[in-house]
């Protein structure tokens, strides 16, 4: 009991230091995980062991194939040519943001898309002459719902592909469905709350429009290239049941044939610049406190209590599965909740003693901290890059602004999310 006191204590010390960022994130899951071997709770052994090093591996390669497709101006004409689809309009073009983050999200993830579009809709709000904050807002919603959809979308569905025997294909049937539902009431819902609020003068519209985007595209040799692997690497996620690779392994081939071919001589900078260690690490930190969790007993005893609640009767579970992890998710950073999650529904997949019972509590924590990331600034790890990427530029999103529409999209998420997963499954 004292361990998993001293385990309880290092694991919220380390949630209080990430949620108001008084130290930078990866420091504080590094300091947590090393706290819990130095203080014995668990060996440096066991401690290295509980990293998961097909999430990391993952990640790595992922940013390696977006290093190289930033390189061919591909997504920069995306957004302009999106832009002059909405003849300048600013709902049109939010709308059309929201809808182009969603998609690219689902295959690129949700924070490598926020750092991709955030920068190009700063520059489209400019040339109009708007406040670019509700754009940035609902961009952040769409790249968490767009990263519920599939395995690669968003860190916690990482988190859970690779802790679980479901592949691509699984999270695509499964996940997809209520997220396109979600997407198509996001946009009414975008138009509700914004539909008298921006307006453009004639003259910023046609500034805009008189942008020749092609001239966007740097390199068209590497971009037939990078587009065709990108197809090959979605195609092989597909196929990942049949093929029997690693979605690590299929990541990795990608970025570092991509890295040969484009910028083999300049391998520092890409790692230096373009890798964010910041979160690899913190990756690596955060396994390494929820093992001291897992081997002090204090995930059982939480499995023990969910069991307690429900039954053991899956509907309920799923319920409470769902629901909790939304609201949790949308307080705390939805990475570390799901880390702790994994091996409590690991432990109920025992308790219940049925795996076919278990697959709709395992959508439910998906779609959960996915979706519910969007409640407040700090629930998911694209919200506070955003904030960020914002902040540099001249524009404070402060918590309330964020939070009163977060929580809208949120809410009417998970409703949605309910009616799926008690129509589908049960």
């Not at 390696?64 to 390189?71: E, T």
């Not at 957004?79 to 909405?86: Q, R, V």
């Not at 592909?161 to 699984?170: I, K, L, Q, V």
């Not at 629930?379 to 809208?408: C, Q």
Request: positive net charge; charged residues 10%; aromatic residues 10%.
């Amino acid at each position: 009991m004292t361990l998993m006191l001293i385990a309880l204590a290092i694991f919220g010390v380390t949630y209080l230091l990430i949620i108001t960022e008084w130290i930078n994130k990866m420091l504080a899951a590094l300091m947590g995980g090393f706290a819990i071997v130095l203080t014995g709770i668990v060996h440096q052994e066991i401690a290295f062991a509980a990293i998961d090093w097909n999430v990391i591996f993952f990640l790595i390669g992922m940013m390696l194939v977006i290093s190289v497709m930033r390189q061919t101006g591909l997504f920069m004409y995306l957004a302009i040519k999106i832009a002059k689809l909405a003849k300048g309009r600013p709902l049109g073009i939010m709308v059309l943001m929201y809808l182009l983050t969603t998609f690219i999200s689902a295959f690129m993830g949700s924070v490598t898309t926020i750092m991709i579009l955030v920068p190009i809709v700063l520059l489209i709000a400019s040339e109009l002459k708007l406040t670019p904050i509700p754009f940035i807002i609902t961009m952040v919603i769409a790249s968490n719902a767009g990263g519920a959809a599939t395995m690669i979308g968003d860190p916690p569905n990482i988190l859970i592909g690779s802790a679980t025997d479901y592949n691509f294909m699984d999270f695509l049937l499964n996940l997809t469905p209520p997220v396109l539902v979600i997407t198509v009431t996001s946009v009414g819902l975008i138009w509700l709350l914004y539909r008298k609020g921006m307006h453009v003068s004639n003259e910023n519209r046609a500034k805009l429009m008189g942008y020749n985007e092609q001239s966007l595209i740097k390199n068209k040799k590497l971009l037939r290239i990078s587009l065709v692997t990108l197809a090959l690497m979605l195609t092989a996620f597909s196929l990942q049941g049949v093929l029997h690779i690693e979605t690590a392994t299929i990541a990795m081939t990608a970025g570092l044939f991509l890295l040969v071919i484009s910028d083999r001589k300049k391998v520092e900078h890409i790692l230096a610049n373009d890798i964010d260690w910041v979160t690899i690490f913190f990756f690596m930190g955060l396994f390494m406190i929820v093992e001291s969790l897992v081997a002090t007993g204090f995930i059982n005893m939480i499995a023990t209590g969910i069991m307690n609640i429900t039954h053991g009767e899956p509907r309920s579970t799923s319920m409470v599965i769902l629901w909790v992890s939304g609201v949790f998710s949308a307080v705390i950073d939805n990475v570390p909740f799901v880390a702790a999650m994994i091996p409590v529904l690991e432990r109920l997949g025992i308790l219940i003693n049925n795996p076919n019972a278990m697959h709709p509590i395992w959508w439910s924590l998906a779609l959960g901290t996915c979706l519910g990331g969007n409640g407040t600034l700090i629930g998911a790890s694209a919200n506070i890059v955003a904030v960020g990427i914002a902040n540099r530029n001249g524009f404070h999103i402060s918590f309330k602004e964020y939070t009163k529409i977060g929580a809208i999209f949120t809410l009417l998420a998970i409703i949605i999310s309910t009616g799926y997963i008690l129509l589908r499954y049960y």
